[in-house]
């Protein structure tokens, strides 16, 4: 029977109903076509070659490098997420994604990066102006007339909001049409925020990149990351570094994020209702110096997150009192907080950042970045208390 109603989910992005609301998306995008006997979920295919047709013809599946059956549906379920008219490109690590969009910036280029941002992706850029490659200049994109003052001559613009580990939160629509006017190409590392919260392609910017290994995928089991543009000839640009670099994803690791991606909305809400409680009440405990989440009424960010996103994340930034040794202590009384590094996972993390020799120096020493998880929030709110008071007796 092939005559059965056709899902409307079925078929990518360009075909996604623009009216269904974004939780019913990631539930519905990405889907074998509505037939009797067919899977509700895409098959993992396991192969790298497929039989020839002895010709090569147009469309013709190759080699999978290439591409795959697999990586197809998560590649459209985020671009409709993230409201894209082409499907998006799935790579093997954020970073693999991120390196395609920097690759594409010319020699002597120059690119504009937050001073705050995934120390990898500072670090790659440095390493590019080592070479000569390009020139960086880092911007407190928080600050947007001070941020616009640089766009002067670049080729990419590169925004990071809220930023990793500092919860800058940039005024997108701002600087995006700023960075247009000026000429240069702008891409949004959006993985903070996911595309429930915050949509940069809505708001003008020309491409969006995640670590999927964080709230799309969701559960700490995969590494791979993921481009989203509207730009078929972007789109292509990526599609061919892939192929070339061979930063390619594994298909169980797309399997794997697309599951995941299934309960996005729940587990985002979850977490950023906690995260939103949790701040809250840190912003009044005593052991605590200082707390940074766009939720709170007098965070820096709160203005620009309210006007801009549909929400402020589930990252929260906590200086405790006493400094980096009482930070420390902290993370070490925790029992239900695991000290990991990575985020984005339904379990609560937290690490303090300045432990890696390579994160900027202007982010406090005693800086906790926590990722808040969608376990009760009264029982993470126990654990944070009963840590700082462990803390608190010591000083
Ligand atoms: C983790 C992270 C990355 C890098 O992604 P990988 O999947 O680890 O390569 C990039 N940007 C942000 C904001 C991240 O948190």
């Not at 925004?159 to 000026?182: F, G, K, Q």
């Amino acid at each position: 029977m092939t005559d059965a109603p056709h899902n409307p989910a079925a078929t990518g992005p360009r075909s996604h109903p623009a009216t269904l609301a974004r939780a019913t998306v990631a539930v519905t995008a990405g889907r074998p076509p509505r037939v009797q006997g067919a899977p509700v979920n895409p098959p993992v295919v396991l192969s790298s070659t497929y039989v020839s047709a002895g010709v090569a013809g147009p469309g013709e599946k190759l080699y999978t490098r290439m591409d795959t059956e697999t990586w197809g549906p998560f590649e459209d379920a985020v671009a409709a997420l993230e409201g894209a008219s082409q499907p998006g490109v799935v790579f093997g690590s954020g970073m693999a994604a991120i390196a395609s969009v920097l690759s594409m910036v010319p020699d002597g280029g120059k690119v504009v990066v937050p001073r705050h941002a995934y120390q990898v992706t500072l670090g790659f850029v440095d390493d590019m102006a080592l070479r000569h490659r390009v020139t960086v200049v880092r911007v407190d994109v928080a600050d947007s007339e001070a941020t616009i003052a640089e766009f002067a001559g670049a080729d990419l613009v590169w925004i990071e909001s809220p930023t990793n580990p500092m919860l800058e939160v940039a005024d997108l629509p701002v600087l995006i049409d700023a960075a247009h006017r000026a000429g240069a190409l702008v891409a949004v590392d959006n993985t903070f925020a996911t595309p429930l919260v915050q949509r940069p392609l809505e708001m003008g910017a020309d491409i969006v990149v995640h670590s999927a290994t964080k709230y799309l995928a969701g559960h700490s089991d995969v590494v791979l990351g993921i481009t989203v543009t509207s730009s078929a000839h972007l789109n292509a640009t990526i599609r061919a570094y892939r192929t070339l670099h061979g930063a390619i994803a594994g298909p169980w690791e797309v399997w794997l994020a697309l599951r995941g991606l299934r309960t996005l909305s729940l587990r985002v809400e979850r977490a950023q209702a906690n995260a939103a409680e949790l701040a809250l009440r840190l912003s009044t405990h005593p052991a605590v110096e200082q707390v940074r989440h766009p939720s709170l009424p007098g965070d820096p960010g709160h203005e620009v997150a309210s006007r801009i996103m549909d929400g402020y994340g589930a990252i929260i930034g906590l200086r405790p009192r006493g400094g980096a040794a009482a930070a420390d202590a902290v993370v070490a009384a925790l029992a239900l907080w695991t000290p990991a590094t990575s985020l984005g996972g339904v379990e609560s993390t937290l690490e303090r950042r300045r432990r890696f020799p390579t994160e900027s120096v202007t982010v406090p020493e005693d800086l906790l970045r926590m990722s808040v998880g969608v376990e009760d929030v009264e029982d993470l709110w126990a654990d944070l208390d009963q840590a700082l008071n462990h803390g608190l007796d010591q000083l």
